[in-house]
């Protein structure tokens, strides 16, 4: 059944999957698997984030990660996206979020604030030049694409730089002002060279500007924006005049943006989908409650870091389940039983769970083996070895750290604390081992050594020290066979 008849009671003609590839970018194998189960789930489209995974060349080729796509991969991305009907939007940060390119010591001077990567210095020639160079290597890789998103979400530090000091001294000048010129500059540039390309921006940096200062501005006519919102209880009312007030600026189209995964927190490991479910929802009643045309369609992101610099939150695997959940409620107007057996059928998961974490061992879908893992040692790595250091009552008995940094033990209690130690070691270290080969399958080589160091080396560190004490402490002492 194509989209396009499944669509008929989402009030949302779009539904874009974020797929954020400035963390654990999943390798193209992994994407011809998940591409197939997205377009049969509802999506339609796909808002591709590419940061440093995108093929930069010439003067901006140290902005590629170690493993970016190749410029055939992206084609290959492409076609594959074709081939599972997801109109592919791909999205070049242009003004905040700009640390993968202002991290560079070649592109710093361009930084609003000198010591802060975050965001472009809009006040400089050179700045509007280099995301001009972005944008075209981007759209030569994706001609035809019928929305470019430029980002412009999160401009921290905007007027804090030198420049904009003293430009903002001068009368009439506002923040509000210097933003909208500079997104405004970025708006201009696509259209001039690709007049068939619509720009996006996130909506944060505008909520605040009065209704006049946004008409006034000449932006509304430009852009499309997408109103992000990913909280579980987010403000419908709220949402409604703040749509409303953009369409009486002049904004002809408007987009929703909830969350799949990543949104949670920033060191979060499992999807917490009862929350993301709750939040698509509340996104649907958004769309009830205005006319039936007011928003083009909805992006669900899926975060895979907060910023450039922060850790891994739910790697994509992970997260599938509370994509499909939140896909096919937006599909059907709920998660009803019907729905929840869809979902379960498309997983190949016989009861899904949302209100706890995905029973282990669950679902035949792709990377469902990692969710399995994953959701093995999340609930119970940290807590076993936890029970063994810090409520075994012969470790806290008699093999404390006072013991342990003087190297003391009774020699009974080697054999009441080590075989369960080397027991729980060589158990973890067996699903470890499991984990680590099918994150391999699915995620270049940096991403798989992140996520273990960050999830399972500290626990299993702990282990492996308690052994080492052990066995320090239990090497012959000079005390034995002479008298007290």
């Given at each position: 059944m194509k989209n396009s008849e499944m669509s008929g009671s989402s009030p949302f003609k779009m539904r874009l999957v974020h797929l954020d590839l400035k963390g654990a970018p999943p390798k193209v194998s992994y994407l011809s698997e998940v591409f197939p189960l997205f377009h049969a789930l509802g999506a339609n489209g796909l808002l591709l984030e590419y940061e440093d995974m995108f093929p930069y060349e010439g003067h901006l080729r140290l902005l590629r990660a170690k493993h970016a796509y190749s410029p055939p991969e992206i084609k290959e991305i492409l076609r594959l996206a074709t081939l599972n009907e997801l109109e592919v939007i791909p999205l070049v940060q242009t003004f905040g979020h700009m640390e993968f390119v202002l991290k560079h010591k070649a592109l710093a001077h361009l930084r609003e604030v000198a010591l802060f990567p975050n965001t472009l210095n809009p006040h400089e020639a050179e700045s509007l030049a280099l995301v001009g160079a972005m944008i075209s290597q981007v759209m030569e890789l994706h001609p035809g694409a019928r929305w470019l998103h430029v980002g412009c979400d999160e401009v921290y530090y905007l007027g804090e730089g030198e420049a904009s000091r003293q430009w903002l001294q001068q009368e009439h000048n506002t923040k509000a002002r210097l933003c909208l010129s500079h997104i405004k500059a970025v708006a201009c540039h696509v259209l001039a060279r690709h007049p068939t390309?619509?720009?996006?921006?996130?909506?944060?940096?505008?909520?605040?500007?009065?209704?006049?200062?946004?008409?006034?501005?000449?932006?509304?006519?430009?852009?499309?924006?997408?109103?992000?919102?990913?909280?579980?209880?987010?403000?419908?009312?709220?949402?409604?005049?703040?749509?409303?007030?953009?369409?009486?600026?002049?904004?002809?189209?408007?987009?929703?943006?909830?969350?799949?995964?990543?949104?949670?927190?920033?060191?979060?490991?499992?999807?917490?989908?009862?929350?993301?479910?709750?939040?698509?929802?509340?996104?649907?009643?958004?769309?009830?409650?205005?006319?039936?045309?007011?928003?083009?369609?909805?992006?669900?992101?899926?975060?895979?870091?907060?910023?450039?610099?922060?850790?891994?939150?739910?790697?994509?695997?992970?997260?599938?389940?509370?994509?499909?959940?939140?896909?096919?409620?937006?599909?059907?107007?709920?998660?009803?039983?019907?729905?929840k057996a869809k979902v379960e059928n498309?997983?190949?998961?016989?009861?899904?769970?949302?209100?706890?974490?995905?029973?282990?061992?669950?679902?035949?879908?792709?990377?469902?083996?990692?969710?399995?893992?994953?959701?093995?040692?999340?609930?119970?790595?940290?807590?076993?070895?936890?029970?063994?250091?810090?409520?075994?009552?012969?470790?806290?008995?008699?093999?404390?750290?006072?013991?342990?940094?003087?190297?003391?033990?009774?020699?009974?209690?080697?054999?009441?604390?080590?075989?369960?130690?080397?027991?729980?070691?060589?158990?973890?270290?067996?699903?470890?081992?499991?984990?680590?080969?099918?994150?391999?399958?699915?995620?270049?080589?940096?991403?798989?050594?992140?996520?273990?160091?960050?999830?399972?080396?500290?626990?299993?560190?702990?282990?492996?020290?308690?052994?080492?004490?052990?066995?320090?402490?239990?090497?012959?002492?000079?005390?034995?066979?002479?008298?007290?």
């Open positions: 390309t619509r720009p996006l921006v996130w909506d944060d940096m505008l909520r605040a500007i009065p209704e006049d200062q946004l008409s006034a501005s000449g932006v509304p006519q430009l852009v499309e924006p997408v109103l992000w919102d990913y909280g579980a209880d987010l403000d419908i009312h709220g949402k409604a005049l703040l749509m409303e007030k953009y369409r009486k600026c002049g904004f002809l189209r408007l987009w929703a943006a909830s969350a799949f995964k990543g949104a949670t927190g920033a060191s979060q490991a499992l999807t917490p989908t009862e929350h993301h479910l709750r939040n698509n929802m509340q996104w649907l009643r958004v769309a009830a409650s205005g006319p039936s045309d007011m928003l083009q369609g909805i992006v669900l992101t899926g975060w895979q870091r907060y910023d450039h610099f922060s850790v891994l939150c739910e790697l994509l695997p992970v997260g599938i389940p509370s994509l499909a959940v939140c896909l096919q409620s937006l599909l059907h107007g709920g998660f009803a039983e019907d729905v498309f997983l190949g998961i016989s009861n899904l769970e949302i209100t706890d974490f995905i029973s282990e061992g669950a679902g035949t879908f792709p990377g469902s083996d990692i969710l399995a893992l994953v959701t093995h040692v999340g609930l119970h790595l940290r807590s076993s070895v936890d029970a063994l250091l810090e409520r075994d009552r012969y470790v806290t008995g008699w093999f404390s750290p006072y013991h342990r940094r003087r190297r003391l033990i009774h020699p009974v209690m080697v054999q009441h604390i080590q075989p369960q130690a080397l027991s729980l070691l060589a158990r973890w270290s067996t699903v470890v081992q499991e984990l680590e080969a099918a994150l391999h399958r699915v995620f270049y080589p940096d991403a798989v050594e992140e996520w273990l160091e960050e999830n399972v080396q500290p626990s299993l560190r702990r282990l492996q020290g308690l052994l080492q004490d052990l066995r320090e402490a239990a090497s012959p002492s000079p005390y034995v066979g002479q008298d007290p």
